[in-house]
């Protein structure tokens, strides 16, 4: 297999509500990452319009999720952080997937049949081919590495076949102009630590999701600390204690959910936070997951208010990060234009 230089590639959708699943499934992840790869920080604004969207108020989300990028702790000079729309070679490349993929591929998408519900017919063919255009997001940079949450990772095996196909398919003209056995990397998915999956405070069972009409059932990254404190508090729990062991979480959504959500803010495992907080009933627990989740996150929320108030900063590191962003698509794009056939 051919050799690839290590990259890290993400993406996060700028559709309101960023939240604890946002930032422990992705964002912690990508601030670490930085220190051993080169990272690319996308605020995928094209995905946004796969369902309807408010013109201003996207206007306000792209600019909120670079904000929580930033106050998170990415580093914009030292790494890449744009919003995908300025880089027109994202729905280029998204193209020419669309022509790779097949459509029983994106029939088994999860993710699609879950957002399009029973109204099929309806949803947008944007939201149907959303998988290649996140493809095309990460192959454009030719990244090796993607970190996602749990529910992301149906996309990523998608995005290594859409890789696998293309590089099979055009093995002789990738070949021929000189880029050996395969153009792009199969990119790898990092879905690793303690909150992969953080689910809904109101129901253990589901997913903590931006667009689910009940504020109660996420933490906010704007959130105030009455609003965590409060969130927390109301958090469906059940009557018994918490046990020692971690296999007592097995039947238990609602704890094992809250014990993931306090052992990924303090940096533990979940047997560290059952051997201090084993036998203890809930009230006891909920306390200490306020105090640390107030630690934690509030001036996470304040240092994004503060950049939101300042517009023209973020465009601005938007701007840059789209003009280093195309400078490296662009290559990637005259590479495939030769390796289809194109004239250009
Ligand atoms: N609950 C979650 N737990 C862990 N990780 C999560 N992610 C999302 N929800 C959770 C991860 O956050 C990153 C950005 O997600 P996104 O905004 O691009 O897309 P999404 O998965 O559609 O987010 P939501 O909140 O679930 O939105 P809706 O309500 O529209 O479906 C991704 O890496 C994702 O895995």
Not at 49 to 61: F, N, W, Y
Not at 93 to 110: D, E, P, Q, S
Not at 283 to 295: G, H, I, N, P
């Amino acid at each position: 297999m051919a050799e690839f230089i290590p990259r890290v590639f993400s993406g996060v959708q700028p559709t309101g509500n960023l939240h604890l699943g946002n930032y422990l499934g992705a964002i912690t992840k990508f601030v670490d990452l930085q220190r051993t790869h080169d990272c690319i920080y996308c605020v995928v604004d094209l995905h946004a319009i796969t369902v309807p969207q408010d013109p201003r108020q996207l206007k306000a989300s792209i600019r909120e999720v670079t904000a929580a990028f930033l106050a998170a702790g990415i580093d914009a000079n030292q790494h890449i952080v744009f919003n995908q729309s300025q880089v027109a070679e994202h729905a280029e490349l998204a193209w020419v997937f669309n022509c790779v993929a097949r459509m029983g591929w994106l029939n088994r998408m999860t993710q699609f049949k879950e957002k399009a519900g029973k109204d099929r017919e309806n949803a947008s063919v944007g939201l149907f081919a959303y998988p290649c255009l996140m493809a095309a997001d990460i192959l454009l940079y030719r990244a090796t590495h993607v970190p996602v949450g749990e529910d992301q990772k149906q996309h990523l095996e998608l995005s290594r076949d859409i890789a696998q196909k293309f590089n099979l398919d055009f093995a002789e003209s990738i070949a021929a102009n000189g880029h050996g056995e395969a153009f792009f990397p199969l990119p790898a998915p990092l879905i690793q630590g303690v909150a992969t999956r953080v689910m809904s405070l109101r129901d253990g069972t589901k997913k903590m999701s931006k667009s689910d009409p009940s504020d109660n059932s996420r933490i906010n990254l704007s959130d105030d600390a009455d609003t965590i404190a409060q969130k927390i508090r109301k958090a469906k729990t059940d009557p018994d204690a918490l046990p020692s062991e971690i296999e007592g979480l097995g039947k238990r959504p609602e704890a094992d959910n809250l014990v993931g959500i306090f052992a990924a803010l303090n940096g533990q495992s979940k047997a560290e936070v059952l051997a201090d907080f084993g036998g203890r009933n809930f009230s006891t627990f909920k306390s200490a997951l306020v105090d640390l989740a107030v630690t934690k996150l509030v001036p996470i929320g304040t240092e994004m208010k503060r950049l939101t108030e300042d517009a023209r900063h973020i465009d601005g590191v938007l701007a840059q990060g789209a003009a280093r962003a195309r400078e490296i698509a662009r290559e990637t794009m005259v590479a495939v234009k030769d390796i289809v056939g194109f004239v250009h």
